[in-house]
């Protein structure tokens, strides 16, 4: 089952990663573009700072991804889910001290590690605001993972905040969240009006 969830969070961190364009910007104001952080986060996922690339996402984002993982950590065998996905050292204790950037980011290097993942290349093809606070855009991304090739193309938000453009979550990222808690929780069993088992 393990090695089934490893899947999931592969394809949950290259959901993050295909969120962000290379365009690197030289100084990161916070008058940068949406272009340019994005293009920051994902220069800095490649040089594998995965911690100072999830400072780029919004922080309320950043709480929602911990709030949708925490169910993982604190259900039974919560310890050795928490091993999987957050690295060896990460005890209750580490795991409860972890600022939210620094949990998703040790996510995101703990996945990519484990699975030898790769990015390969990213390219912008186009955005479209929605207001002036917000804006969409569209990148394709490839990567391999465990030896297959794979390409996306993905709708990136980023958005306005009090730190400036930051990156939204995708909204696929709740469902692959669930999928991965489905995956932990063993089944339940139904019983008919009569008491047998279904």
Do not use: N
């Not at 272009?35 to 040089?47: D, K, L, P, S």
């Not at 999830?54 to 993982?69: G, I, S, V, Y």
Request: charged share 20%.
């Amino acid at each position: 089952m393990m090695s089934r969830l490893l899947v999931f969070a592969v394809i949950l961190v290259l959901a993050f990663c295909a969120q962000t364009p290379p365009l690197r910007a030289a100084e990161l104001g916070k008058d940068a573009s949406p272009e340019q952080v994005a293009g920051e986060a994902y220069a800095r996922m490649q040089a594998g700072q995965w911690e100072q690339a999830a400072e780029l996402f919004d922080p309320a984002a950043l709480r929602q991804f911990r709030e949708m993982m925490a169910p993982l950590m604190e259900a039974g065998g919560g310890e050795a889910m928490a091993t999987m996905l957050l690295g060896e050292e990460a005890t209750a204790d580490v795991v409860k001290a972890m600022s939210d950037a620094e949990f998703l980011g040790r996510f995101m290097r703990t996945v990519m590690q484990r699975s030898g993942a790769k990015l390969e290349r990213q390219d912008i093809l186009g955005g479209v605001a929605e207001g002036q606070d917000r804006i969409h855009l569209v990148t394709r991304t490839t990567a391999s993972a465990m030896g297959i090739g794979m390409t996306q193309l993905e709708v990136v938000t980023v958005h306005q905040t009090s730190q400036g453009w930051r990156l939204a979550l995708s909204g696929k990222l709740d469902g692959m969240a669930q999928a991965l808690r489905a995956r932990q929780t063993p089944a339940t069993v139904e019983q008919t009006p009569d008491g047998e088992t279904e």
